[in-house]
């Protein structure tokens, strides 16, 4: 079946960028998607992509989509404390929404 | 006032009880939905309605029913709880002109089942 996956957990220091990577299966997506989630709250969605593009910029993010490898990932520069959250990836179009299991992302001074 | 409420937040309930969780929404969409979310796995889907009239599965349908019982709520009944329950549930919406990707979460309600 569909399937999407995240590494768990990431490490960064304040003022370096982040990565977080994703894959997913399904070759029919139309748009992949970043959810954040922080302490106590729902998902709150980030940004997302066309499967037809390469790239999407949104202020300090970045979103890169490899379709031949089925591969994505999101860039945030110059990350902050209060970019630690969860974040989540999510390969959807008009019927469905399928979530990784998420990417712990810790920022630490 | 937050667009996607959830009530209560925060449950704890015995085996076997039954038990109803709420969501209401003032975001005007027709798609709802109901998710749970256990560490390491992500979200999963219980089910999901595309307007009042319309109540689908999800992945994980089994032990769970739901009610529209307006567009703006949409409400996740547990008949007899078990611990395998225990679990993060979150309520969303979509609007139907974006389908399901850009959906709209709830604060969530934390469930345990003793």
């Known amino acids: 079946g569909e399937d999407v996956e995240q590494s768990l957990f990431l490490s960064v220091r304040e003022g370096d960028s982040s990565v977080i990577n994703c894959t997913y299966t399904?070759?029919?997506?139309?748009?992949l998607y970043w959810y954040k989630q922080e302490p106590g709250a729902g998902l709150q969605l980030l940004t997302y992509?066309?499967?037809?593009?390469d790239m999407k910029q949104d202020q300090r993010l970045t979103v890169l989509l490899n379709k031949k490898d089925k591969h994505l990932s999101l860039r945030i520069a110059d990350t902050q404390t209060g970019d630690s959250a969860i974040y989540f990836c999510?390969?959807?179009?008009?019927?469905?929404?399928?979530f990784g299991a998420g990417t712990r992302l810790a920022v630490h001074p | 006032d937050a667009d996607v409420t959830q009530t209560p937040r925060n449950r704890i309930t015995k085996t076997g009880k039954r038990i109803m969780l709420e969501c209401s929404q003032t975001?005007?969409?027709?798609?709802m939905y109901w998710y749970r979310q256990d560490p390491g796995l992500g979200l999963r889907l219980i089910y999901y309605?595309?307007?009042?009239?319309?109540?689908n599965k999800g992945e994980i349908s089994d032990g769970y029913s739901v009610s529209r019982q307006a567009q703006a709520k949409f409400s996740l009944s547990l008949e007899s709880a078990i611990p395998n329950q225990t679990a993060l549930y979150f309520c969303a919406t979509s609007a139907s002109t974006t389908g399901f990707g850009e959906q709209y979460f709830g604060p969530g309600t934390r469930l345990t089942v003793t």
């Open positions: 992509i066309f499967s037809n593009m």
């Open positions: 975001k005007g969409h027709d798609r």
């Open positions: 309605s595309f307007d009042v009239k319309d109540i």
């Open positions: 999510a390969d959807g179009g008009y019927n469905k929404l399928i």
């Open positions: 399904d070759s029919s997506s139309t748009y």
